[in-house]
């Protein structure tokens, strides 16, 4: 079984699988004696309910509050999961969910699409694997939105920066803690979505690292990669320029 990783006191993730290809994300855990908030859902059902074992496992409180980074598939499927916790996202991303709750995931429909839109393909392919049941699956929209920032009563901020991965992405602070989960808002766009010339969003990522907007931040968590230092991400993001 996947065990948490702890990153500071209170902070703990369930890592992402190193393969691009899986496209899973990893999910962030902030304890909490309420109830513990959730950095993403996980990108299947399945996968939630290892994260909530992966909770029970390192002694931590279930989780209470779960808050979407942004809208893609990857890290939102994993919601109707969690039945019991409250979601929060951003005003722009929940638009766009209540259409994905429309459509009519199966195998079938995946195939569809990917013919009609071959790029589609790598996602597709991924959703497929990470489904192997569609039982009982929808997406689920957040049930609390929020415009441009949102304090949690757990000493959480939630703060929309937006960008070029997707419009709606949303960062997560750990003041306390000094840990900042950035989703994907420095990646690129997803593959069916990206120009020639677009790459990783060095403007979101330097805003990012701006104490007088975001704090002393620590560790940086991207989705998809292992927690940064703030010593690490400096040269990091030079030699992505």
Do not use: K
């Amino acid at each position: 079984m996947t065990v948490l990783r702890q990153v500071t006191d209170r902070v703990w993730l369930f890592p992402p699988d190193p393969d691009p290809a899986v496209v899973r994300p990893g999910v962030g855990v902030i304890a909490d004696a309420g109830g513990c908030v959730l950095v993403d859902a996980g990108h299947s059902p399945a996968i939630a309910r290892q994260v909530a074992a992966a909770i029970a496992a390192a002694g931590l409180p279930p989780a209470r509050r779960l808050v979407y980074t942004h809208h893609h598939w990857d890290h939102v499927w994993g919601a109707c999961a969690w039945p019991d916790v409250e979601i929060i996202g951003h005003r722009s991303g929940a638009r766009l969910l209540v259409d994905e709750a429309d459509r009519p995931w199966s195998d079938a429909y995946l195939r569809e699409q990917v013919a009609a839109n071959p790029r589609l393909g790598p996602s597709f392919r991924a959703r497929a694997r990470a489904m192997p049941d569609w039982t009982g699956f929808t997406v689920v929209p957040p049930h609390t939105e929020f415009d441009d920032a949102l304090t949690l009563p757990e000493g959480v901020d939630v703060r929309h920066v937006g960008g070029g991965h997707a419009p709606d992405s949303t960062v997560v602070v750990v003041p306390d803690d000094g840990v900042l989960f950035i989703g994907d808002a420095i990646y690129p766009p997803p593959y069916h979505l990206r120009r020639a010339d677009d790459g990783f969003d060095l403007v979101t990522a330097h805003r990012l690292l701006d104490p007088d907007e975001f704090g002393q931040v620590a560790w940086f968590v991207a989705a998809h990669d292992d927690p940064w230092t703030r010593a690490e991400v400096g040269p990091l993001l030079d030699s992505l320029a």
